[in-house]
């Protein structure tokens, strides 16, 4: 069944800590987003990919960093983490746009994420 | 650029009674419009979306929503909520012949009380 998983669904580190949330899709899609999502807040695109070795960031500045070496894997990655990196993580992937489509987006179903 | 406005952080309403949830937008080009849901500890899940042609877009579990071009606005609606129902809705914009990033409102929180 063609979908899109990230793990871990919940994560508590402590400060300083190296992470890396995993994303995965089955669904053949060019296009990955991460998406950063605090309660009561809309969702906030931290990173985008068009395909493989291609990354862009997104309208929120992140200290996250990202990387597509394959297709269907697009995993980020905090360094050091920090007590204000707790957040909700979502993943998200669309085929390549084409004229005249539209850009539905498939969603993962997140990485809540803890620092303390 | 597009922007997104949810005019309604929470909305309370009762079982089988009828709901609707606002939004507005502004865009200099023409739009697809999305309606999201979100349930407690997921992802998010599309609800339907508006591309071109007919004004009234039906999507999954009974809702839908009516694209109205000269007052902006893409509201969802419901003739009658079940406990289900209680979740996360967001609206999102993207622009026609953009890149595809989509434009995410604050969300608003359905709550379907007995």
């Known amino acids: 069944e063609a979908d899109i998983y990230q793990t871990p669904r919940y994560l508590v580190i402590g400060t300083g800590k190296k992470i890396t949330l995993e994303c995965s899709q089955t669904?053949?899609?060019?296009?990955m987003y991460w998406y950063q999502q605090d309660p009561g807040m809309e969702l906030h695109l931290i990173h985008y990919?068009?395909?493989?070795?291609?990354?862009e960031k997104g309208d929120l500045s992140s200290e996250s960093t990202v990387s597509r070496i394959r297709t269907e894997h697009f995993p980020l990655t905090l360094e050091s983490a920090r007590p204000s990196h707790t957040s909700q993580y979502l993943c998200?992937?669309?085929?390549?746009?084409?004229?005249?489509?539209?850009?539905?987006?498939?969603f993962g179903p997140g990485t809540r994420l803890t620092v303390l | 650029a597009q922007s997104v406005t949810q005019l309604d952080s929470q909305v309370p309403v009762f079982e089988e009674a009828p709901v609707e949830l606002r939004c507005n937008y502004s865009?200099?080009?023409?739009?697809?419009l999305f309606w999201y849901v979100q349930y407690p500890n997921q992802g998010l899940q599309l609800l339907l979306k508006y591309l071109s042609g007919s004004t009234l877009v039906k999507g999954i579990n009974g809702f839908e929503a009516e694209f109205n071009k000269s007052q902006t606005s893409f509201h969802l609606r419901k003739p009658s909520v079940h406990i289900s129902d209680t979740a996360e809705y967001f609206c999102a914009v993207s622009g026609v012949g953009s890149q595809g990033n989509l434009i995410f409102g604050k969300g608003t929180k359905l709550s379907v009380k007995p």
């Open positions: 669904m053949g899609h060019d296009k």
């Open positions: 865009s200099s080009v023409s739009v697809y």
């Open positions: 998200a992937s669309s085929a390549m746009l084409l004229a005249g489509t539209d850009n539905e987006q498939f």
């Open positions: 990919s068009y395909g493989v070795n291609s990354t």
